[in-house]
């Protein structure tokens, strides 16, 4: 077993430790459920072996996704590997992941030629956005790639009292609008709402509208709450203009919106496009966001 010189790894410390073989101080912060799933030997002989021609990890990205939960990006010098870690406020490792840092380049300096606002009234919370998979899960699919997923939170929740009533969710039946002028292709509505904790994986957008922009560049607000679409297709919408109400339809387990821009009405087979939003705002994982504000 690797012998610590550490006693304590402090969350920025993270990557000079971890490259410094302080394996056994590290594994010693794990969270018990990490520990059931991995031995210190396990933990020591893949760490050791993902060191491997490293020169040193710098860290990429911090993001906080609540009041609890801090979120960390260790890139390698050559940005080919990659370590996520989160911490709590305590400073315990909650999860840790080692692996191949995806980036894609090319369609990441491709951006809308429209320029959209996010479809939300007040301010939202974004829990997945941005371009990596680390800040956002949807990046490794083309189809997706620059996605949004936005909820909204209250002293580092979601939610209020009991987590298995929709109605409970912030988020739920809040209004959603038109993210930029265009006119209505598709509308899928009557789709149920999930029981929060459980997905609809046979009608995986849910409740959904999708509307053509300039440009052929077409937007798409998914998991909208049943029977709350107010436009049809063929309407013509204007920015702001509101769509629907958000729901938990669909392949999601908790009240959000999916939000995303492309080059298809068909979101299966089309592309991802990155968003050009007002103000040359560029949200991410842990931003607060509004029509018009990013904080």
């Not at 400073?91 to 840790?96: F, G, P, T």
């Amino acid at each position: 077993m690797e012998v610590s010189k550490k006693e304590y790894i402090k969350p920025d410390n993270f990557g000079s430790e971890f490259k410094n073989r302080e394996f056994s101080a590290i594994y010693k912060q794990t969270a018990k459920e990490f520990q059931e799933l991995v031995t210190i030997e396990q933990f020591t002989e893949m760490s050791a072996s993902f060191n491997s021609g490293v020169e040193y990890y710098q860290l990429e990205s911090r993001t906080s996704l609540n009041n609890y939960i801090t979120q960390y990006l260790w890139l390698d010098d050559s940005r080919e590997k990659e370590i996520r870690v989160s911490f709590d406020t305590n400073d315990a490792i909650l999860s840790l992941y080692l692996g191949l840092f995806v980036s894609y380049p090319e369609s990441d300096q491709n951006y809308t030629k429209n320029t959209y606002i996010m479809p939300i009234k007040d301010e939202w919370f974004v829990v997945w956005g941005g371009t990596n998979e680390f800040l956002n899960y949807h990046y490794v699919h083309e189809s997706q790639r620059y996605a949004y997923d936005l909820i909204i939170m209250q002293d580092g929740k979601s939610y209020k009292d009991s987590i298995n009533k929709n109605g409970n969710y912030y988020a739920f039946s809040q209004e959603i609008l038109a993210p930029a002028d265009g006119k209505v292709v598709k509308v899928l509505e009557g789709i149920e709402d999930n029981i929060p904790g459980e997905m609809n994986s046979s009608q995986p957008e849910g409740n959904c509208v999708i509307i053509e922009h300039e440009n052929n560049e077409y937007s798409m607000l998914a998991h909208l709450k049943q029977n709350s679409i107010v436009v049809k297709e063929g309407e013509v919408v204007k920015q702001g203009q509101l769509i629907g109400l958000c729901g938990n339809s669909g392949n999601s387990t908790e009240a959000h919106l999916h939000f995303q821009v492309m080059n298809s009405s068909d979101y299966s087979s089309g592309q991802s496009i990155r968003i050009r939003f007002l103000n040359d705002l560029e949200p991410i994982q842990g931003d607060f966001v509004s029509p018009h504000v990013q904080r």
